[in-house]
């Protein structure tokens, strides 16, 4: 099995719908742009993946999302180096289609309140739902360590809770901690490194902003 040395998350850069939730009414989510911000971030990003990739072949997921899209050409990777697979499970998590403005205000709310991982959107999706997904999506990526020539690097271009949940999933992390952690920033990554142990570790935390509450003893 060719296990890859690093498995890197990216968030794309800022999109429209970050810099102004309005646009939600008027918009498809996965039709959202990058913001120049948004660009910004990426190409600064994308010069950071470089330098780290260096001349090893990398192993590309990206979310079907437009913004997902323009984050990844902004990275402006080697393509020969680089194989490029477009991969629905790794989309953000659903809200509805056409979103009005004031109602997710109001779920988002009762979303606070009711936990992050359990409440489900009208007409959307659950953290649980999106966990369930990227779980699907993680059994597709290890068979395909399998592959005797699997590049050393895997990129995976997506949303900020699908790569929390991605790192709860891979990490066997608890609801609770899942709970008390908060998204990257817009053009962030994590990156997870494999050790001389044959383990992977998270090259740095996602910032938490409460501890957690475990209904129970897990770890």
């Not at 180096?81 to 989309?91: A, G, S």
């Not at 999106?130 to 699997?150: I, M, N, T």
């Not at 990490?171 to 709970?179: I, M, Q």
Request: proline share 5%; hydrophobic share 30%.
């Amino acid at each position: 099995m060719a296990r890859p040395q690093r498995i890197v998350l990216v968030r794309h850069g800022e999109s429209d719908g970050n810099a102004d939730d309005t646009v939600y009414e008027r918009e498809p989510d996965h039709a959202l742009r990058l913001t120049a911000t948004g660009l910004r971030q990426s190409r600064e990003t994308g010069a950071l993946l470089r330098e780290q990739f260096g001349d090893e072949r990398v192993s590309v997921y990206i979310s079907p999302y437009r913004r997902t899209h323009e984050t990844f050409r902004a990275f402006d990777l080697d393509p020969a180096r680089v194989r490029v697979r477009e991969e629905p499970r790794l989309r953000e998590q659903d809200w509805g289609n056409w979103q009005d403005r004031d109602d997710v205000r109001l779920q988002k709310a009762y979303r606070d309140a009711y936990g992050h991982f359990f409440y489900r959107f009208a007409q959307g999706e659950s953290g649980a739902d999106v966990y369930d997904r990227v779980g699907a999506f993680l059994e597709s990526l290890h068979r395909s360590f399998e592959e005797p020539d699997h590049p050393e690097n895997v990129l995976l271009i997506t949303h900020g809770l699908t790569m929390r949940l991605f790192c709860m999933r891979w990490f066997h992390w608890s609801v609770a901690e899942f709970e008390s952690l908060s998204n990257p920033g817009n053009g962030e990554t994590r990156t997870l490194l494999l050790g001389a142990n044959g383990r992977y570790t998270l090259d740095r935390p996602f910032q938490r902003w409460r501890t957690p509450e475990p209904y129970g003893r897990t770890g």
